[in-house]
């Protein structure tokens, strides 16, 4: 059964520009959740997409925003990148439901560079 | 608001020793989820455990164990006779027991194991 999958792996973008990161869930899976890394602030939740709804939002401002697809895929972007914005994102997918179903499984995650 | 302190910011052990790594946690909920994942340089996180709050039996898988006390709101985690192979950054984390699939999480604990 293949796992969470993440693309791309590593980017590199300047200030200012605006990047799109991919993830696609184990299959079944209808829960996406987002999470930035940083060495600052550890891993913080972005949002989570559930059956194409964003069902919660963490403390991030407007410039970041996702999408989740019918087939579950869910897509990030986040405009007019700043400096601070480089940080390892991580996606995880889980069942969505409550119980001995709700546990996330994380992907690789992208690693955004901005210069 | 959810809380996870990981105090232990990294532990350094030498091969076949027995290491502890410490999880305090705060929530208001009073059914809630425990977690402990594991990070390796790769940078995928790797579930390694869930724990139910109504649940406080202590749990051992191999060389792992955990220790849940909710009296004093901690959910410890002991790897027994470590290997270099452990050598990663563990990450305790908390949720609600709905199904939205929020997790916050602790800064982790860097474990270090040298031959």
């Known amino acids: 059964k293949a796992g969470v999958t993440q693309t791309p792996r590593y980017l590199i973008k300047t200030r200012g520009q605006q990047v799109t990161l991919s993830c696609s869930p184990i299959s079944g899976h209808r829960s996406v959740s987002w999470y930035q890394q940083t060495p600052g602030q550890g891993l913080q939740f ?4 559930f059956s194409e709804t964003q069902r919660n939002k963490g403390n991030f401002p ?3 925003s996702g999408r989740q697809f ?4 869910s897509e990030m972007n986040v405009s007019t990148l700043e400096l601070g914005d480089s940080a390892l994102y991580l996606c995880a997918s889980s069942w969505g439901t409550s119980g001995n179903k ?3 499984y994380f992907g690789a995650g992208t690693r955004l560079s901005v210069l | 608001a959810q809380k996870v302190t990981q105090a232990q910011t990294e532990i350094s052990v030498v091969e076949k020793e027995d290491v502890t790594l410490d999880c305090v ?3 208001r909920d009073t059914t809630y989820y425990l ?3 594991k990070q390796p340089p790769s940078g995928e996180l790797v579930f390694l455990i869930r724990r139910n709050s109504f649940d406080e039996q202590n749990e051992i898988s191999g060389r792992y164990s955990w220790n849940f006390q909710k009296s004093t709101s901690s959910f ?4 027994t006779a470590s290997q270099v192979v452990d050598s990663a950054v563990y990450f305790c984390a908390l949720s609600e027991a709905t199904g939205y ?4 999480f602790g800064k982790g604990t860097m474990l270090l194991v040298s031959p």
């Open chain 2, 76 to 79: 410890n985690f002991t790897i």
């Open chain 1, 102 to 104: 709700n546990i996330q």
């Open chain 2, 35 to 37: 977690f402990w994942y």
């Open chain 2, 25 to 27: 946690y705060e929530t």
């Open chain 1, 70 to 73: 019918s087939n579950s895929r």
């Open chain 2, 101 to 104: 699939s929020t997790l916050t």
């Open chain 1, 46 to 49: 972005l949002f989570e997409y």
């Open chain 1, 62 to 64: 407007g410039r970041f």
